[in-house]
């Protein structure tokens, strides 16, 4: 049995450059999803932040509209697990001796705080020299930015990462008015950044660092990390079979793709990512609906397509 510490972002608001603040927190399925995957692996998960201060739900993901079918499920494992827990670690007091594996989920948070957390950047440091995993999903990856070299560079230049896209960025809404966007900042740092097609589970595992691309791949994400050994330079799409370093594959060793249920479940969240809801704008919901409805008649066709009509849900 190994202790995984799961770091969450301290930050309620992102405040962007048209002088609005977006109410962000940690996003439901992110927290949820590998801490189920962790447990139910017979690990035990620990919590920490910075200060000690236990973040906000971000209320978009506990939209049904927004984050898909299973959001209710996500937030009450979710809460249920911090509840139980208590009061999240403070981060510059955790000893990196007691984990196994530090895990970064998401939500905007990270993109307020944990990029240049220097108690995360010395976590991770010391983690990685010891060749504990390192995991991230979505916007956690924003936290690598932490963590600085023995050269005084980048700790994580030159590996290979997945992280919340651009293009997603945009399809959800919040690229505009962004200070920054994480694929971008993380390619500008020198990270190989590669990634899926939008809103599909993706992984990519280098070395001890595993990686998703957004909310659906959080349980990949923790099914690599949970792997007693992570095979080095493996590039994992969720779906698809192969095992060989740097192809698409479902899990390592080649054993193939998510369960039927989950590839269900994963295409009832990208069905419910409609841009404007995440905004509270109706004119922001009109394009965004377009965009979305878009990307999905391109993948599966106008049929697969039903979008349902106004929602009473937490946008």
Do not use: K
Not at 13 to 34: F, I, K, V
Not at 42 to 47: D, I, M
Not at 52 to 60: A, F, N, R, T
Not at 85 to 92: R, Y
């Amino acid at each position: 049995m190994s202790r995984i510490l799961i770091v969450m972002s301290a930050a309620d608001t992102w405040e962007r450059t048209d002088g609005t603040s977006y109410p962000t927190g940690y996003w439901a399925e992110e927290l949820a999803a590998p801490y189920e995957t962790f447990v139910g692996g017979g690990h035990t998960v620990e919590f920490a932040s910075p200060a000690g201060v236990l973040q906000p739900l971000d209320q978009h993901s506990a939209d049904p509209e927004v984050a898909g079918p299973d959001s209710a499920r996500y937030v009450e494992v979710a809460e249920t697990a911090l509840r139980e827990f208590g009061a999240p670690l403070v981060l510059a007091e955790v000893d990196p001796e007691r984990y196994d594996a530090i895990v970064l989920p998401g939500g905007h948070g990270p993109v307020v705080d944990l990029h240049e957390d220097a108690d995360l950047g010395a976590l991770l440091a010391r983690a990685d020299a010891d060749g504990r995993i390192v995991g991230a999903v979505c916007h956690g990856p924003t936290g690598l930015l932490s963590a600085t070299g023995p050269d005084g560079g980048w700790l994580f230049a030159g590996r290979r990462m997945a992280a919340f896209t651009d293009e997603e960025e945009q399809i959800f809404g919040t690229a505009e008015g962004a200070p920054w966007l994480l694929a971008s900042r993380l390619r500008e740092r020198g990270a190989a950044h590669q990634s899926g097609p939008a809103y599909e589970a993706f992984t990519v595992v280098d070395g001890n660092l595993v990686t998703g691309q957004n909310p659906a791949s959080s349980a990949p994400m923790a099914e690599q990390v949970n792997e007693p050994c992570v095979p080095a330079a493996r590039c994992c799409r969720s779906g698809r079979g192969g095992g060989s370093p740097g192809r698409a594959s479902g899990r390592p060793g080649g054993r193939g793709g998510p369960s039927r249920r989950r590839r269900r479940r994963s295409r009832g969240r990208r069905r419910s990512v409609w841009r404007g809801r995440a905004r509270g704008d109706d004119r922001q919901a009109g394009a965004g609906v377009h965009r979305v409805m878009a990307v999905l008649i391109r993948r599966w066709g106008q049929a697969a397509i039903t979008p349902s009509g106004p929602s009473d849900g937490h946008a």
